[in-house]
């Protein structure tokens, strides 16, 4: 490999940077003696689970011996049961194998990929971590290691995989994904990776207990349904496995709570192993690339999904995420540097509005600020290499495709859906987005949102006059209203968590003043009354720009009236799905009766149905669903209005026909609140054409 493929890394890195830091070894400690706990706590309840049990087959036996007859044998053998499945109920979980499965992932071989393995064996040696047992390429936008675990897997070392994501690849320079993958290697070489390994399973262990089993309550279910004797060493046996359940939630959330705060410390230690390696700097530039790259990685998902219900597909999806993410920094101007936009920091930190700062301490990695900042303390920096990461790949283009294939796995006639390559998303993702583009000469104010129309007098505001000028109604402060809005619901929710004890945080900063959990609802009083007000202002800016552009275009009251009898038409359709969706909710959830399951689908069906047949041949009707592009769900309203549908037979739920009701309602108010908004777009226009 030459050394243009191996970027360089710092010139000096001073020994005592590498070693674990205080806070490592303080939270090392943490997770010891909480482990240690754990197996305290397990091994007092297994030598009571084993006296319970001696003494359930005492008893057992005693009671058989004493009057042999059938109920007493029955008795006695239930107690006996008892003790067996109190044993069973503490053991079975440490013998199963947690395997770390991914269908989209694929091993790779090093005759196949040279120069990738010799990368990874040259960053092996730099980063003094041993070489993975394997490497696996997959479609996502992330590198991780990866092992399957088991109870045999704390006592025993593990080799690690090295998975490496292509749309990471993709989407970041040489350098940046020697820093991702030095990385990884930097938890490869922490002996608190043997801590994270006795931590995951006692994690599972006590999850297992906790929340994963189905299996022992349907077997204690098989043996109470033989007789009512044993019925009743069934509920015994459940009430005693509650009680074990109870002391487990205690320890559980000491030894999460003490790993998540050791996983945060190796978090960074992983980090400075990648810098002595690779650069701070393309460490951070590589994290903040990667944020919006899997952004654009996740559209273009989203996109091939809406692809296959006109029967098309993807040929390679890295060539298209590519097209979204350079598009996305053409939006917001952003340097390219060879193919790739410049996705800095300071960039990231922009979006980040929220007037609220804590310290998440269930969280198990650190923010990318606290990254920043301790990465920007170690000062150890090297200039990038900007070349392509896909210079260590042979035959990228066949990789790609192949990984792109995978993403279809789940899809039946994948052969026969028609192929759309590169220019041809190019130009339907241009179209798209100019499909959806508000006019720019707005500034974005009314981005994201529609006017509050329903309630609007429009013939009163016609004859009112306005003084405002077009550059005072549409500034930048006003177009950061909505933003503000919104930002100020995600805070009342995360005050709300803190409130309600979600979110451990005891304090938190609200606009750099300290407060406590106890002032949180004083906060969202104030946040709620600062959207109050907000709301109101805004409302009053949009009767403000309607009066502006009224006085200056013919016949923009009747094209807002128009507007106004839509949007009330897509209100009403959009709450007869939400309510359907409402309605049915009990039914996913269980424990109802069967009158109570007939109640709700005779509703479904002489209601709600009724309403989705009527809503959706009025769409079609309208022309407002495009058959041509839209074959797919064409062909299904038709099925959906000619068949007879079910839902439930007496015994058991019609799932085919439930989910195909759920998705008729859905796209069809999808694309009933698109139509809607390029009704608004056309308004919109139309304002500007006497400007």
């Known amino acids: 490999m030459s050394s243009l493929n191996y970027p360089p890394s710092p010139a ?62 029955i008795g006695g053998l239930g107690l006996m049961a008892v003790g067996i499945s109190v044993i069973f109920f503490l053991i079975k979980f440490i013998f199963a194998v947690t395997k770390n499965e991914n269908p989209l992932r694929v091993e790779i071989k090093e005759e196949d990929q040279p120069e990738l393995f010799e990368f990874v064996r040259k960053l092996r040696n730099e980063t003094n971590a041993p070489f993975p047992k394997k490497i696996f390429v997959s479609p996502e936008v992330n590198a991780s290691v990866f092992y399957n675990s088991s109870f045999w897997s704390m006592m025993f070392p593990v080799r690690k995989n090295l998975e490496i994501g292509l749309g990471l690849v993709n989407s970041i320079n040489i350098s940046e994904l020697k820093a991702v993958i030095a990385h ?67 320890v559980y959330a000491v030894i999460n709570k003490s790993y998540l705060g050791l996983s945060r410390e190796m978090e960074f230690h992983a980090d400075t192993v990648a810098a002595s390696a ?99 303390a170690l000062d150890l920096n090297v200039s990038p290499d900007e070349s392509s990461a896909w210079i260590i790949f042979r035959n990228a283009k066949k990789l790609q495709e192949m990984l792109s294939a995978k993403v279809y796995f789940r899809v039946k006639d ?42 609007w007098d429009i013939s009163g505001l016609s004859k009112l006059e306005t003084s405002k000028t077009f550059d005072e109604l549409f500034t930048d402060t006003n177009a950061q209203r909505y933003t503000a809005i919104n930002q100020n619901y995600n805070d009342i929710g995360l005050l709300t968590a803190i409130h309600d004890k979600q979110v451990d945080s005891k304090s938190f900063d609200f606009d750099g003043i300290k407060y406590n959990r106890e002032d949180c609802n004083t906060i969202i009083q104030q946040l709620e009354q600062e959207n109050k007000n907000k709301q109101a202002q805004l409302v009053e800016l949009d009767k403000e720009a309607f009066i502006y552009f009224n006085k200056r275009v013919a016949g923009l009251d009747k094209l807002y009236e128009d507007f106004k009898t839509l949007n009330k038409q897509v209100d009403g359709y959009n709450e007869i799905v939400y309510q359907m969706m409402h309605d049915m909710a009990p039914l996913y959830k269980g424990g109802l009766t069967v009158n ?57 739920f019609i799932n085919d026909e439930l989910d195909f009701l ?11 609140n698109q139509y809607r908004f390029k009704q608004f777009k056309n308004l919109l226009e139309k304002q500007l054409t006497k400007l």
């Open 12 to 73: 000096f890195v001073a020994p005592e940077k590498l070693a674990p830091s205080a806070a490592f070894k303080k939270q090392v400690a943490k997770v010891v003696f909480a482990i240690i706990l754990f197996f305290l706590v397990y091994i007092l309840l297994v030598i009571a689970s084993i006296a319970l049990a001696v003494g359930c087959f005492y008893l057992g036996v005693v009671i058989i011996t004493a009057l042999a007859n059938f109920t007493t044998v």
């Open 596 to 652: 109570q399951v007939g109640s709700i689908i005779d509703d479904l069906k002489r209601n709600h149905q009724r309403k989705i047949r009527k809503q959706a041949q009025l769409l079609l009707d309208e022309g407002i669903i495009n058959c041509e592009k839209n074959e797919i769900l064409c062909s299904d309203i038709k099925s959906f209005m000619q068949k007879t549908y079910v839902y439930y037979n007496g015994k058991n």
């Open 414 to 455: 994948y052969d026969q859906l028609k192929v759309i390559d590169a220019d041809e998303f190019n130009s339907q993702y241009k179209k798209e987005n100019e499909e959806f583009a508000l006019p720019v000469e707005y500034k974005g104010y009314y981005n994201k949102r529609l006017i509050q129309i329903n309630d």
């Open 184 to 250: 990884e290697f930097g938890h490869f070489s922490q002996r608190s990776m043997k801590l994270g390994s006795f931590t995951y399973n006692v994690n599972r262990i006590i999850y297992d207990m906790l929340y994963n089993n189905n299996s022992y309550t349907k077997f204690l279910n098989a043996w109470a349904r033989l007789h009512r004797i044993l019925s009743f060493f069934a509920q015994m046996t459940i009430k005693i496995a509650q009680g074990i359940q109870y002391v487990l939630r205690k």
């Open 278 to 376: 690779a650069g701070g700097n393309n460490v951070i530039n590589g994290l903040s690339r990667i944020e919006i790259a899997s952004n654009c990685y996740n559209t273009t998902l989203n996109m091939a999904d809406d692809l296959l219900k006109s029967k098309k597909r993807m040929d390679n999806i890295f060539d298209n995420q590519l097209t979204i993410f350079r598009s996305l920094g053409a939006k917001y101007q952003l340097q390219e540097i060879k193919g790739l936009p410049e996705i800095s920091f300071e960039f990231i930190r922009s979006f980040s509005t929220s007037r609220i700062n804590y310290q998440n301490q269930w969280a198990s990695h650190p923010e990318l600020s606290e990254r920043k900042a301790h990465l920007d």
């Open 662 to 672: 759920r998705t008729i309602a859905n796209q069809t108010a999808a694309i009933y």
